[in-house]
């Protein structure tokens, strides 16, 4: 802030008081303005975000969403046998390995 003795007589400090006075009006001014127009955005961003919570049906599935198709008994089985051939393949594989290493420690093929 200005003293009073800065200035040489009170012409100036009415002069200087009068457009501090009228700066701070502005000021004010544009800071009501932009709060003012900050809430419309607002308003408006709350407003779109409403409607496309609305517009989305909920009870449809996305494409990606297929619905469940249920197991029958037939193809439980398959399942399970497919499984189980795995397992012995697996089995048999490292067997077989096992058999392979033995041969080659004793240098046969």
Do not use: C, W
Request: charged share 35%; proline share 4%; no cysteine.
């Amino acid at each position: 802030m200005y003293k009073v003795e800065q200035f040489k007589n009170t012409a100036e400090l009415k002069e200087y008081a009068k457009n501090r006075y009228q700066l701070e009006i502005r000021g004010n001014l544009s800071l009501e303005n932009a709060i003012a127009s900050l809430n419309e955005q607002l308003n408006e961003a709350s407003k779109a975000m409403e409607n496309s919570k609305t517009e989305k049906p909920q009870d449809t599935p996305t494409p990606t969403q297929k619905p469940k198709k249920k197991e029958t008994a037939a193809e439980r089985e398959q399942r399970m046998m497919r499984g189980q051939k795995r397992k012995k393949n697996i089995a048999s594989a490292s067997a077989l390995q096992i058999v392979r290493d033995g041969r080659k420690a004793r240098g046969q093929r």
